[in-house]
């Protein structure tokens, strides 16, 4: 592809005369069903574009999904480009917009007749809940909530190629219902960069306009918009075949990655979950800066529903009775470790002292930089559960959780939550930093929890 790219035919994009791009542009448009489509460098660019094309100006507001992208990631970047601030709620919990919730968003501020809703924003996959799909049948009827209100829809569709080869329809679909819409290539169609802007001819124009504005116009990008219309269309055909294939293979065999898994010996693949593969080094993933250890000032607290909630210095906590566990360890970034060896306080030891009430169910970790992460208290009561800072004999290093970390061996990694410093025993469950992101509340490996999509309405329930 790299070397088809560098003979690519080219001209300048800003002036319109780039040949390559003005195929991408016209073969967009028509998968789409739109009358234009416009070439930008990324995702954020395109829905930027396109909520402002039709957000009246500062002070307005776009009405969006509470864990859309717009609406999170990009939301400083309209309140800088474009004064536009947004109003959010949130209804399914699989993420998507749903009419009541856009009914809900579009009433009118009759109190006070300041706020203006000028746009609905709607997200499909939907990235902050794991990728879930936008039922066609409830865009339909947001759609009609929105006529009903005279507010356009904008569609963040960077994964748009994704829902279509997942449910086998069209993209036409989703597109029919919106006035515009954003798609990625680089997301389902094999492309390395850029992303496209469609909707009305007239409002792509603009669009041209604001792309200028926003310093998108470039020279010869049809370097990275290389690629015949026809010979593209071949290619997001044989993409949908083998998703399609891929999906049956998922649920024939029960594992989300298993066709690129590796041949292990019986004794060591009954070890290793769905979609996993053996890595020989320890990885390093957190979210935030590597805190500062601080060990006059570090303390465990243990607090909540607990007849006796206490904090421990770092020696007290180190004075107590420890435990070696050799425990096996599996990340939702598809990664495992055998043979761990863990040194620290058995969970139960906290438990005994603390004595929580009956009627806790949950287990909140409260780490550095304000990081969460929920567990139910059955899981936690796990023998191979620890609060630990050895890690294969050594004290563990800084990257991976020193002075302290959570380890549940029996759940996705990032439940075993670095940097510990408090535990907090609650009868309801408060989601963790990756679960309000998408992530499953309960993350067993062997049953592939991944994502909170693939949760039951009465996960944060049932323990």
């Known amino acids: 592809m790299r070397r088809a790219m560098a003979d690519a035919e080219v001209g300048d994009a800003w002036y319109g005369d780039d040949p390559t791009v003005n195929r991408l542009q016209e073969r967009a448009a028509e998968l789409t069903g739109m009358e234009a489509a416009l070439y930008v460098a990324t995702g954020t660019m395109a829905n930027q574009i396109g909520v402002r094309l039709q957000a009246h100006g500062a002070g307005h507001l776009v009405a969006a999904e509470e864990r859309a992208h717009v609406a999170t990631v990009e939301m400083m970047t309209s309140a800088v480009l474009a004064g536009i601030a947004y109003r959010t709620g949130t209804d399914s919990p699989k993420g998507y917009m749903t009419a009541a919730l856009a009914r809900r968003l579009l009433e009118p501020d009759e109190a006070f007749d300041v706020e203006v809703v000028d746009l609905l924003a709607v997200e499909n996959t939907v990235g902050g809940y794991g990728g879930t799909i936008f039922p066609v049948d409830e865009l339909r009827k947001v759609r009609q909530i929105a006529n009903d209100a005279g507010v356009p829809v904008h569609l963040d569709g960077a994964r748009i190629w994704n829902a279509a080869a997942a449910v086998g329809l069209p993209v036409t679909e989703w597109t029919s219902q919106v006035d515009t819409m954003m798609f990625c290539l680089s997301k389902g169609l094999g492309a390395p960069i850029g992303s496209l802007v469609c909707g009305p001819a007239d409002l792509i ?259």
């Open 205 to 463: 124009r603009e669009a041209r306009r604001i792309w200028i504005l926003y310093g998108g116009a470039w020279r010869q990008a049809g370097i990275m918009a290389y690629g015949d219309p026809r010979r593209r269309g071949r290619r997001r055909d044989r993409a949908r075949d083998r998703r399609v294939a891929l999906r049956r293979h998922w649920c024939c065999e029960g594992a989300v990655m298993g066709l690129f898994q590796k041949s292990y010996p019986p004794e060591i693949a009954e070890r290793i979950p769905p979609g996993q593969r053996l890595v020989k080094t320890w990885p390093v993933l957190h979210y935030g800066p590597i805190p500062t250890f601080d060990g006059a000032n570090w303390d465990l607290e243990v607090s909540g529903l607990v007849e006796e909630p206490f904090t421990l210095s770092y020696e007290e906590l180190r004075a107590l009775q420890t435990v070696t566990v050799d425990a096996d360890m599996h990340c939702v970034t598809g990664w495992t470790t055998l043979d761990n060896t863990w040194e620290g306080v058995p969970f139960r030891t906290i438990v005994e002292r603390a004595k929580p009430a009956a009627e806790a169910k949950w287990v909140i970790a409260h780490c550095a930089h304000g990081y969460t992460s929920d567990l139910s208290l059955k899981a936690m009561q796990d023998d191979d559960v620890l609060v630990a800072w050895r890690n294969h004999g050594q004290d563990l290093t800084p990257e991976h959780g020193w002075p302290l970390r959570l380890v549940v061996p029996k759940r996705y990694a990032w439940k075993s939550a670095k940097w510990l410093t408090g535990l907090e025993f609650s009868d309801k469950n408060r989601r963790g930093f990756w679960e309000v992101r998408g992530y499953h509340v309960h993350a067993e490996p062997f049953a592939e929890e991944r994502y909170s999509y693939q949760e039951g309405p009465r996960a944060d329930l049932e323990p």
